[in-house]
């Protein structure tokens, strides 16, 4: 079973940056996308950005779009996530999180994710 493991998140000021990382723990991991999702204290779980392991998709939610990027390293089987421009609406829970197959209705629900890491706090302070 394969293990996601997050890293980065901390304590930033509005407007600044933080960089997420992820590692899948086996080196054999060949998920179709590897992507990020965030959860606000009583708020759902919801999407951020997914990366297709192949490259041939990018998929950013509209609440980060020209502020956040994703990218991966299929040699290292890690995805990144950074965070410029921060806003105290970005304070979450950020999880990372894989799809196994492709499902196009489900690439931006955390439904459709077959593995998670634990997450990572962001907490960006007014």
């Known amino acids: 079973q394969v293990q996601l493991v997050e890293s980065g998140g901390g304590l930033v000021q509005t407007g600044g940056s933080l960089r997420l990382s992820c590692a899948a723990s086996?080196?054999?991991?060949?998920?179709?996308?590897m992507g990020w999702f965030r959860q606000a204290p009583g708020k759902e779980r919801e999407f951020v950005a997914l990366?297709?392991?192949?490259?041939?998709?990018?998929v950013i939610a509209e609440s980060v779009k020209g502020r956040f990027t994703i990218s991966r390293d299929n040699a290292k089987n890690t995805v990144d996530l950074q965070m410029n421009g921060l806003k105290p609406e970005d304070t979450a829970v950020y999880y990372c999180?894989?799809?196994?197959?492709?499902?196009?209705?489900?690439?931006?629900?955390?439904?459709?994710?077959?593995?998670w890491g634990r997450g990572t706090l962001v907490t960006v302070s007014s």
């Open positions: 999180a894989a799809c196994m197959t492709y499902m196009p209705t489900r690439l931006t629900s955390p439904s459709g994710m077959d593995h």
């Open positions: 086996i080196r054999t991991f060949s998920p179709y996308g």
């Open positions: 990366v297709a392991w192949n490259g041939g998709l990018t």
